[in-house]
């Protein structure tokens, strides 16, 4: 049987950030430029008053206080309040477009971790809830510039995106497709956010992580992980949903529908998704004759901390330490496909040799993924 390992991993962020206070700025005056704007419909009670946001509503709802943007200006702007997909600085398409260089960016640091060169890898995979461009596919665009081998392709599969990919680079070692795996997933999930509604406007922020996966008897790095198993699912859901497509161009009234921006059904999915993620992680670990105190960590998708406390003290039990499922919303915000990944990346060090953990994300589909790994 053939054995995989994570050698490496890396993680980009753009330079544009936002704070909540900032966030709330904009916010809070678009709101009173919208109430005056429509007084006297609010006053004869055709349309609700839009109501301000805060700082602490918001760290209270989610546990962040900080992300960083794609652009952070166009957030601010009360003319748009939409982020704005950075040009390249030369205007060709011979350059890196903005989410394929963030992947890149990413890239490089994992690969430097593995101690291997990008043209060792024969398959990447570019991973994230939403595409900058349909085609040509942006894996194909980092491979060309990263100068990995073999082939490369995408895949969209909301929050669960990285977990979906790294299960896909596993299962193309183990079958002998591969022997050396990039999983890239550059999420720019800010551009697909309606900065004007106060429930979902601070909820993600933009990130890149990437991820070296090699057959283990291959590995020169000085750090491995082995992925003991892997498992997913999914069942059909609404309750998260965008309709951001083709229908953008063609539809003269969709450009502020509020159904092209990211929407979703809180409590529904609060209700649904949470008893499928701990029952999903349940099963898993009873296939493997395991029980949740078998692991040391559970890197959980980065959603929001009400959701992430919730799911890790049903499979517990009891209220969870810090160490048993780390957060990094406070920094990052909800960055999709990423957070399992961007947790894993800064809360891995301390295990020791033999220590296992759990890699899991969850989301809109719905979608769960995970990856039970030990240190080696």
């Given at each position: ?193 309606n900065f004007r509604d106060r429930d979902s406007h601070f ?125 990094v919303l406070e920094k990052y915000g909800n960055t999709a ?40």
């Amino acid at each position: 049987m053939v054995d995989v390992v994570i050698t490496g991993t890396g993680l980009h962020v753009p330079e544009s950030k936002i704070t909540n206070e900032e966030l709330v700025l904009a916010f809070n005056e678009h709101v009173d430029q919208f109430n005056a704007e429509h007084k006297a419909d609010i006053e004869a009670g055709l349309m609700p008053a839009k109501q301000h946001s805060s700082a602490a509503f918001i760290e209270k709802a989610s546990g962040i206080k900080e992300r960083h943007l794609v652009d952070a200006s166009g957030v601010m702007d009360l003319n748009r309040m939409m982020s704005s997909m950075p040009e390249n600085a030369h205007g060709d398409n011979d350059t890196p477009s903005f989410q394929a260089q963030m992947g890149i960016n990413a890239a490089h640091q994992a690969l430097k971790s593995a101690g291997i060169e990008a043209s060792e890898i024969d398959q990447l995979v570019c991973t994230s809830a939403i595409m900058q461009r349909a085609f040509p596919a942006m894996g194909i665009e980092v491979q060309h510039h990263l100068g990995t081998s073999g082939s490369a392709f995408d895949m969209v599969m909301g929050c669960s995106s990285a977990t979906y990919g790294l299960i896909a680079g596993v299962n193309a070692i183990k079958s002998g497709n591969a022997d050396r795996v990039l999983m890239v997933n550059p999420e720019i999930f800010s551009t697909m956010v309606n900065f004007r509604d106060r429930d979902s406007h601070f909820i993600f922020g933009d990130i890149a992580t990437a991820v070296v996966l090699e057959r283990a008897d291959l590995a020169k790095g000085k750090e491995k992980w082995l992925i003991k198993n892997t498992k997913q699912s999914t069942q059909y859901s609404n309750n998260i949903r965008s309709n951001y497509g083709p229908m953008t161009r063609i539809d003269d009234d969709s450009l502020f529908r509020d159904d092209m921006f990211f929407v979703q059904e809180g409590r529904k999915v609060f209700k649904e998704l949470l008893p499928l993620v701990t029952s999903f992680i349940s099963e898993q670990l009873e296939d493997l004759n395991m029980s949740v105190s078998d692991l040391s960590r559970m890197w959980l998708h980065q959603a929001n901390i009400n959701m992430n406390m919730f799911a890790a003290k049903k499979l517990l039990g009891r209220e969870p330490e810090f160490e048993e499922a780390p957060t990094v919303l406070e920094k990052y915000g909800n960055t999709a496909g990423a957070g399992s990944v961007v947790a894993f990346h800064h809360h891995r060090d301390d295990l020791k040799v033999g220590q296992q953990g759990l890699i899991c994300s969850f989301g809109a589909g719905y979608s769960i993924g995970s990856l039970l790994v030990e240190k080696q």
